[in-house]
């Protein structure tokens, strides 16, 4: 899993994004909570990149889901930058497609 900080040209961090790997699923649920409660105490955007997403169950949905929750009540906004099919289809499954912004293919 690999998180890369977004800087403006003079510096100021601008966003912070997280690159999801191929697996979203509970096995790497904890390691994602942690890495994603750094960046909750961040600046006002997280972009992700769930383009690569391959696998992903019941466990990662909800992860992302109460990640889009907490940013909502911190004030900050969650773009996909991209996101997989199976990342779009098992949201849809689980009825949160809307709740994690992924109504729309991104």
């Known amino acids: 899993m690999k998180h890369d900080l977004l ?11 997280l690159n999801l790997e191929d697996s979203l699923t509970i096995v790497e649920v904890g390691e994602l909570h942690q890495v994603l409660l750094g960046m909750l105490n961040g600046v006002g955007t997280i972009n ?3 383009g690569e997403v391959i696998r992903v169950d019941g466990a990662g949905i909800q ?3 109460a990640l889009m929750k907490e940013a909502v009540q911190r004030q ?12 779009r289809t098992a949201a849809a499954q689980l009825g949160l497609n809307s709740v994690l912004g992924l109504d729309e293919k991104v």
């Open 7 to 17: 800087a403006e040209p003079d510096g100021n961090v601008d966003a912070l994004e």
């Open 63 to 65: 992860l992302l889901a």
């Open 48 to 50: 992700l990149r769930g």
């Open 76 to 87: 900050m906004q969650v773009r996909w930058v991209n996101s997989s099919t199976a990342l």
